[in-house]
């Protein structure tokens, strides 16, 4: 009895504090279980659930960097345009050095780079990211147009080399990208929720003058925020070119709404100061299967927007009114 008497507090005290995540993972779970009614034949298949796997990794590796950019009251519009910049410099370097792993560096350098470039527009020249970083897109989109006239650069010869099978090979069927998207994930959760620099995010994106009087150096926090999403888009990139095996002068775009969509889904609200890893990967996982479960219970694809929109509706306004601190 006693026992009872003490761990139930603690029992609560754990459902208050991940509330959003359980309000969100219990979304997916019924989600799931309507799509499983509507067709069994296919949510009973193993083979369903590889082909969401195959490029799932990509939206979770976006979505949980774009959390921290959401937390720190910032926002990144240009990570699609630093997803095709990566990507191209992926596909240059690889193609005329025949080293793969010099492309993924490279790749990595200029992604990083660009994210860099975004923070000191915002930090050092006091530019509004959601501006600066709007006109970024667009100014790497038309220097990847401008540089390739709009010609892809195949990667097949990629294809059954060691590179590839580490990256985007298969552990029996499953597909290995999934595994870096959840490896990722783990390195970001902890950063976000065990290490100062996660706790120094949320504390400028819910109060910056307090932040600043505690001591925390803003400028240095929002600059590593952004060079975190620049680095995530480059690592992206990378699987994009390799899941497709060639670079084309689009890659990344259409990813913007999609991964914006992933985090507020996941419980991190619009106004900052907080966020969840957690959510932002079940986020994913629900625009991941919403697609698939849409055209598998008989539907067209022309009802996926329609749906990605009804449900971030939904969610924004269960974030008003379900206990999310608002500034």
């Known amino acids: 009895m006693n026992e ?61 960097s774009a959390v921290f950019m959401v937390a720190s009251g910032e926002m990144d519009l240009s990570f699609p345009s630093i997803v095709g910049v990566s990507a191209w410099a992926f596909a240059v370097v690889t193609k005329g050095s025949g080293n793969p792993f010099l492309g993924l560096i490279i790749s990595l350098i200029v992604g990083s780079s660009a994210g860099l470039l975004n923070g000191l527009l915002v930090t050092k020249i006091q530019l509004s990211s959601l501006v600066s970083t709007l006109g970024m897109n667009f100014l790497l989109r038309g220097l990847i147009m401008i540089g390739t006239q709009g010609l892809g650069i195949p990667l097949v010869f990629l294809k059954d080399s060691a590179f590839y099978r580490i990256f985007v090979g298969r552990v029996g069927s499953f597909p290995v990208q999934m595994i870096w998207g959840i490896v990722f994930a783990l390195v970001v959760w902890f950063i976000f929720n065990r290490h100062r620099y996660g706790a120094h995010v949320c504390f400028i994106g819910d109060n910056l003058m307090s932040a600043r009087e505690m001591g925390i150096k803003v400028d240095r926090v929002k600059i590593l925020t952004f060079v975190l999403m620049g680095f995530a888009s480059a690592f992206a990139a990378v699987l994009i070119c390799l899941v497709n095996l060639i670079f084309w002068p689009t890659a990344g775009d259409g990813y913007l709404l999609i991964i914006l969509a992933a985090v507020f889904l996941g419980g991190t609200p619009t106004w900052g100061g907080i966020g969840t890893i957690i959510g932002g990967i079940v986020g994913a996982f629900i625009l991941g299967f919403l697609e698939t479960g849409i055209i598998a219970s008989g539907l067209t694809g022309f009802y996926t927007q329609f749906f990605y929109g009804l449900i971030l509706i939904l969610s924004l306004i269960s974030h008003r009114f379900t206990g999310l601190a608002r500034k």
């Open 4 to 64: 009872v008497v003490v761990k139930d507090p603690t029992i609560k005290r754990r459902v208050i504090k991940n509330k959003t995540e359980i309000s969100v993972i219990s979304a997916f779970a019924i989600l799931m279980i309507v799509f499983l009614f509507a067709n069994p034949r296919v949510f009973l298949s193993y083979n369903a659930y590889t082909a969401v796997f195959t490029t799932l990794p990509v939206t979770i590796i976006l979505t949980v």
